[in-house]
């Protein structure tokens, strides 16, 4: 039954970007793969102006006898979706063809070798907290052009092109050197994710000001319930996000964006400081430092036995945590409550984005055959075949229909159909310049532990970002929005 003021899951999945939704970039997710093959010379890359075929069928002109190679990331999406519907449907389409796939979640430490061989996969689901830095590997020319991917017609409808069926983010954030290089795959919601039953049956309410955060942590704290807790081992980026967010939502999107494109001072920003100290002041006053020594796994388990109310994460996490969630947990999200009245965002304001990046390598073996198993991806069977897998939505329009969807995930709608133009953007340094993310990672966990003031945070920081901006060996990226 629909209650007077509630939307319906068809509208909600209609307004949220399988219809056509305003999102962020994509940063990567826990997610990851790799493996050895070959040294055999790699065929050439695909024509990067236009498709390789006149036929709608095969537009890129793979050869139906040439193996695959598929290396995905096994983190909270699995494999599962990749074996049984994306490397199934390739097979459907080229009968007998053989696909090596190989999941990890050591795709850096893996793959890198593999790049400077030469002896690279065809298709990389670049993720996880050993993702690829993708930036050199574009300056070098070892990513495959994805344009004639979004040129080519779609399976669902040949009349249309791909660029047409999916989300305006995933082109947004495709580019890295000016080119078209990276799909992100799925739609993310990135806040804090609490046990909606449990606070029922506490009667507590979700906090909407900071003040109301830390009384709901003085409260949970004379039951010996942290407040909050992140992971400090494989997963301390989901608090630099979540700061982030919150910086964002304090001095508006902006905050984000001179950072990104290496303002100078942007780390000092005000909005910057207010955010850093109010989650330092949360993590010193109901907080734990035990959880600096775990793992995002280890930290999800405590989540689920009710040792901590709110984690910072994406809508991954209800079937990445699915076996291990007991009954009666239900995963939702809570935007980050506003921490001034001044907010430049209101409350309810929520990150929405794209994620989970795959990339194409331009000197594998098989790069036609990497953008069809694209295509495949972005095809209505293919998205939906993930969503039923792995309960998570993807960039493809209307893909999602039918589909049952978890509460969680429902959630996450109901928060982005609320915050409706109040949409925190991703930071998109994270792929830009990853030298600089994984230093600001570390010094969120020296931070958050009192190793370093807030102000050495800033500082440490910023002259990081100097640092980069001042290294003509690197490419600079910039963005308006």
């Avoid at 005000?270 to 109901?286: F, G, L």
């Amino acid at each position: 039954m629909t209650h007077p003021g509630e939307i319906t899951r068809r509208q909600l999945l209609r307004r949220a970007g399988l219809a056509a939704l305003i999102v962020g970039p994509g940063g990567s997710l826990l997610s990851a793969c790799a493996t050895g093959g070959s040294g055999s010379e790699p065929s050439a890359a695909p024509a990067t102006s236009a498709a390789a075929s006149s036929d709608p069928k095969n537009p890129f002109g793979v050869d139906a006898k040439k193996p695959l190679e598929v290396v995905i990331f096994s983190g909270g999406f699995g494999e599962a979706y990749a074996t049984d519907v994306h490397e199934a449907l390739y097979k459907q389409e080229f009968p007998g063809v053989s696909i090596k796939h190989n999941a990890t979640q050591q795709i850096g430490t893996q793959l890198r070798p593999r790049f400077v061989s030469g002896d690279v996969p065809d298709v990389i689901n670049n993720s996880g907290p050993e993702a690829l830095d993708l930036a050199p590997l574009a300056q070098d020319g070892s990513l495959a052009d994805l344009s004639p991917l979004f040129d080519a017609p779609s399976i669902d409808d040949p009349s249309k092109k791909v660029r047409d069926t999916v989300t305006p983010g995933v082109l947004e954030n495709a580019k890295l050197e000016g080119k078209d290089l990276v799909l992100n795959y799925t739609v993310e919601h990135r806040a804090l994710w609490y046990d909606a039953k449990f606070f029922e049956q506490k009667g507590w309410q979700v906090p909407k000001t900071w003040e109301e955060f830390k009384a709901l942590g003085d409260t949970a704290k004379k039951e010996g319930i942290l407040l909050f807790a992140y992971p400090g081992q494989k997963g301390p980026y989901y608090q630099l996000w979540n700061m982030l967010y919150t910086a964002a939502q304090i001095g508006g999107n902006q905050v984000l964006i001179d950072i990104d494109n290496l303002v100078d001072n942007a780390w000092n920003a005000d909005a910057v400081k207010q955010s850093v100290n109010a989650w330092v002041d949360i993590q010193k006053n109901y907080g734990d430092k035990a959880y600096f020594g775990l793992d995002h796994t280890q930290t999800q388990i405590k989540h689920l036995q009710h040792k901590l109310l709110f984690y910072p994460t994406g809508s991954w996490i209800e079937n990445e945590m699915a076996k291990d969630k007991p009954a009666g947990f239900e995963y939702a999200i809570a935007p980050v409550p506003s921490v001034t009245a001044g907010d430049k965002m209101p409350y309810g304001a929520i990150h929405v984005g794209v994620g989970e990046n795959f990339v194409v390598a331009a000197k594998g073996k098989n790069p036609q055959g990497g953008l069809e198993y694209l295509r495949i991806m972005l095809s209505k069977q293919g998205a939906k075949g993930f969503t039923e897998k792995t309960k998570s939505l993807t960039v493809v329009n209307g893909a999602a229909e039918g589909v049952d969807l978890p509460p969680g995930l429902m959630s996450a709608y109901r928060a982005q159909d609320a915050a409706g133009q109040n949409i925190i953007t991703d930071a998109r340094f994270e792929g830009w310049y990853k030298e600089l993310f994984d230093f600001a990672t570390k010094q969120t966990n020296a931070v958050m532990s009192g190793r370093i003031t807030p102000d050495e945070f800033f500082s440490t920081v910023q002259k990081k970002a100097d640092d980069i901006k001042a290294d003509s060996s690197i490419t600079k990226q910039t963005r308006s929005a």
